[in-house]
Structures are given as structure tokens and as C-alpha cells.
């Protein structure tokens, strides 16, 4: 299956190297439109929801293509679930939400 509109993907990017969980809004060609979390958050902004704290929100990303090292879909496996299947697991709501 081809990554598509609305998946969750893990985004890797060189200068300068981030790793992003993200929706994909957009591919071309040219680049990615997502919305977005960088990884090295996801532990504190995952915990943060589920206390109804601050936390910071997804933000809207366009990455030109020369930048995107990989683009991975976020799927689990029986053993290891998605991020998105985290995500859901410790604050009780939806990826898309955000």
C-alpha cells in the first residue's frame, strides 16, 4: 500500500536532522504538507493532554523534498503498537484530533 492523504507517518529529515510523527496533507513532487510533532515531545506532549495540561499543538509542516530522508508509515505490529496507537492508548483520544 502507498502512503497516502491522512496517514500518520514518521518523518526523517536531514539539514538539520528531525524525526516527526505526522499526518501527510499534501504530497508532490516538490515536497510534504503534514501536521506535525517532532519525536523527542511525544512522551511529555502525550502526557501532558492526558493531565489537561499545556502542551505545545501539532503545528503545520512543508518540507521540500530534498530534505526527506525517509518517509515511513506509522504502522504497529501485534507486539509494537503505531504511535498513533500510543498516542490514543495514553490520552484517550484521537490523532486526528490534533
Known amino acids: 500500500m502507498k502512503i497516502e492523504i491522512g496517514d500518520s507517518v514518521i518523518l526523517v529529515l536531514h539539514s538539520p536532522r528531525e524525526k516527526l510523527l505526522a499526518l501527510v ?35 503545520d509542516y ?13 504502522e504497529g505490529t501485534e507486539e509494537t503498537p503505531s504511535m498513533a496507537n500510543l498516542f490514543e492508548q495514553r490520552t484517550g483520544r484521537s490523532l486526528v484530533e490534533f
Open 62 to 74: 512543508f518540507f521540500p523534498m530534498w530534505r526527506v530522508e525517509r518517509m515511513i508509515r506509522d
Open 25 to 59: 496533507q499534501e504530497l508532490s513532487p516538490v515536497g510534504i504538507f503534514a501536521r506535525g510533532i517532532d519525536l523527542g515531545y511525544f512522551d511529555d506532549w502525550c502526557r501532558s493532554i492526558s493531565n489537561n495540561e499545556q502542551y505545545l499543538p501539532m503545528s
